[in-house]
């Protein structure tokens, strides 16, 4: 069974950080292209970070303050974000694409308020 389980939301304050970790299972993790995805309220969803291989790449919203890394031995994703702002506040899903599978975790809240 594919397995998505994302953690590390909470309560931040602006200017503070966060680490956002998700723990895959179910498939064969080290090959599949690997996204964090966000929905802010009453908002659709946006594209936020991916890695692919040991290519990068990040929404101009949030370059130079979030980084996205991966354990492939851990079959882990990471989401470092810096400087977080209030509209940074959202749900952050976790996203594993390979061609045409796609699977998705359920998401963990990041709420950013003084």
């Known amino acids: 069974e594919v397995q998505l389980v994302e953690s590390g939301g909470g309560l931040v304050q602006p200017g503070g950080p966060l680490l956002l970790s998700c723990a895959a299972s179910?498939?064969?993790?080290?090959?599949?292209?690997m996204m964090w995805v966000r929905q802010a309220p009453g908002k659709g969803l946006e594209w936020v970070s991916g890695?692919?291989?040991?290519?990068?790449y990040y929404a101009d919203s949030v370059k130079g303050r979030f980084t996205i890394s991966r354990d492939n031995a851990k079959n882990l994703v990471y989401l470092q974000m810096n400087n977080l702002k209030p509209e940074d506040t959202a749900v952050y899903y976790c996203?594993?694409?390979?061609?045409?599978?796609?699977?998705w975790g359920q998401g963990t809240q990041v709420t950013v308020s003084s």
């Open positions: 179910g498939f064969t993790f080290s090959i599949y292209s």
């Open positions: 890695i692919s291989g040991d290519s990068t």
């Open positions: 996203n594993a694409i390979l061609f045409f599978e796609n699977y």
